[in-house]
């Protein structure tokens, strides 16, 4: 930030910056920032930092007494993390989600937005129809694709046997098989990732110099060739932006498969968010919950810097 | 991006994107359409096999059922103290979060000033923390306090959750201005915060809406937190209520469906109003640092 901020000004208004940063000696924006840098402490940074100080400890909420740090067990609860398999299990199959959630999103939102930047009729209502699933929260997009996926009664499976697909004995169970539960969540948390992706990337294309393109057809680009090296390249800061958006509400994932299969069945779909609850919400073990948060604390921030870092880069490259 | 491929390819291209698009859109949207649809049928048609497709009558049952105007139901949601949590918790924290964030971002858009980019940083990554993680820490503390299942408790949450994002987005809005409407305040004598509050934050306006749907909507579905901070009615809001839904009954679609519809409209009315502010607001980091 700074530095695209300051290598910009410098070129622009040198003597700005100077009238900017001589009076009031900065004390003004710290003014403005300090309030909510405020709250931010109270209720984020500290109780975080709580969180580490309990994950040192053996915390069980029905045992008050175990709230007592000792040297010599501070590392126990990491340790029976590092032990355990379930442990291993919910991390993979985050990693494994995160991976194929993102790429996906992003592919698909990139696709549909080349394809709306060519629609010539009803563009304003059709990306109303866009922004439908923005009306819903995540909560509620778990929900619906719950009913939807559902063996029975499902929307999936009555579509499918209405157009003579599966039988009425061999229903698919969506929710409850290998790959299958994996890949209902997937397809919910796309859904819902689909709107901004898809609004940042297309506001993006539509911002483009159209003369790089009639330049580019006199020398004979193809389609994908004009996609490949003009668009594509063209649109890295609103990808790296859409992408940090997305990356900040990563964790709302956490809604979708609560509510859609709560892990299971036999912790089938089970990730560390859905374990940490199970282990300190519903077995109140806080010491061994409060570990396990801060494993996805540090996995959320790494991703979100990650994007953020290369948001910046490719500013600058502009 | 556009086709300019001469010759009669090129209308019959145009023909075929068009209706691709508004193919795969319907698709995209058909699931909003489905829930909607089912909180106005009748039960007979949503439970009978083979599916009924095309509804054959809509009655408003489901919403009699909720609101207790049906004296057949007995056991029923908690729907009035839903609405009045979420109601309290959103409005609330959007109002503070704003304004907090508004001078935040401001800040970081008109001055320089040390450790901008770290204090900046710090900000969004504190949105980064998953609620899940949150949670745990703001129980056992909210508990100490008394906090625990209360709607108030929960608004101050959403404010520290809301003010990264409004920052972001403010920060934004505010580098839009043109600077030298600041600059001749400045030359006419007016103070830092004057020239803020009289010629700038009138202009940001629009922003400021935007920000404001975020983080209300942002508020009005949170669930992570409110799951572990409310344990009863006094401070559930719609998410959990849902949620307890599932757990409570034998699963009543329908009733969840039009549940459904009233956690929607705030989302609805706020899409439509804020459609063109909303992509401004996100994408102009991308374009000027």
Known sequence: MATTTESKSREEAPARVIQFSRIDAGAFPFLLIFPAVLVILLVIAFPLLYSLYVSFTPYELLRPNSLNFTWGRALRNYQKLLNDAIFWRSLGNTVIFLAVSVNLSYLISLALSQLMARVTMGQSLLRTLLMAPMMFAPILVG???????????????????????????????????????????????????????????????????????????????????????????????????????????????????????????????????????????????????????????????????????????????? | MITRSVGPNRRRNEIIWNVVAWAVLLILALPAFWIIMTAFRPNIEINTFPPVWIPRQLTLEAYANMFGLNPDVQQRVAVEAYLRNSLLASCLSTVIAVSLGTLAGYAFARFRFRFHTSLFLGIMLSRAVPGVALSLPLFLLFNRAGLVNNVLGLAFVYIAVNIPFTAWLMDGFFRQIPKELTESAYIDGCGYWSAFWRIELPLSLPGLATAAIFAFLAAWNEFQIVSVLARNNAAKTFPPGLFAFTEQFTVDWRGMAAMSVIMMVPAVIFVILVQRNLVSGLTFGAVKG
């Open chain 1, 143 to 318: 929900m619906q694709f719950r009913w939807f996926f559902n063996a029975n009664v499902g929307l999936v499976n009555n579509v499918l046997l209405a157009l003579g697909l599966i039988q009425e004995q061999g229903q698919i169970a969506w929710l409850v098989d290998v790959p299958l539960g994996m890949i209902t969540i997937i397809i919910a948390s796309i859904w819902m990732n689909i709107p901004v992706l898809t609004i940042i990337l297309l506001a993006g294309t539509l911002s483009l110099p159209r003369e790089t393109f009639e330049a580019a057809e006199v020398d004979g680009a193809s389609g994908w060739q004009k996609f490949r090296f003009i668009t594509f390249p063209l649109l890295a800061p609103f990808s790296y932006i859409a992408l940090t958006i997305m990356s900040l509400d990563i964790a709302r994932a956490f809604d979708i498969v609560r509510i859609m299969t709560d892990g299971g069945p036999a912790r089938r779909t089970e990730m560390l968010w859905t374990y940490i609850t199970r282990l300190a919400i519903e077995d109140t073990k806080f010491g061994l919950g409060s570990a396990m948060s801060w494993i996805t604390v540090l996995l959320s921030v790494l991703f979100t810097l990650y994007f953020f870092r290369q948001l910046v880069k490719a500013r600058i490259v502009q």
